[in-house]
């Protein structure tokens, strides 16, 4: 199967499904054109992106809300938190690094908290 998101501008705003018959059993990027012409032939429109359920390409599989990044030609996930920023490398990151060991990110207090220790 494979994997299409439709882009505009920018924004993921859905994900479909195309079949491999449909593609013309061709893998990517061969499959990419054959899958947009298929889509816009069943009326869903443009701006289909091929994407990777296995993460193979374009960094990430999409989904909805994901960023479009045409210039690295990758999907960037929705950002975590609203202090979190993008990475030359198109990661979120927090404010401050992450310590080593079992934390989470308090967005309220902008700080990572350790996890208690289950009993």
């Known amino acids: 199967m494979a994997h299409f998101a439709q882009v505009v501008n920018g924004i993921v705003t859905q994900c479909l499904v195309v079949s491999n018959e449909d ?3 061709l893998d990517f990027p061969e499959s990419e054109q054959v899958g947009q012409k298929y889509l816009l ?3 869903f429109g443009e701006g289909w992106v091929q994407t990777s359920y296995n993460g193979n390409f374009r960094k990430q599989y999409a989904n909805t809300n994901f960023l479009y990044d045409s210039v690295r030609d990758e999907f ?3 950002k975590p938190f609203p202090s979190w920023s993008l990475d030359s490398e198109n990661n979120w990151q927090a404010p401050i690094p992450k310590p080593d060991g079992d934390f989470y990110w308090d967005e309220i207090s902008l700080s990572w908290i350790e996890n208690p220790i289950a009993e």
């Open 76 to 78: 960037v996930s929705l």
């Open 23 to 25: 593609c013309n059993n």
């Open 41 to 43: 032939d069943c009326g």
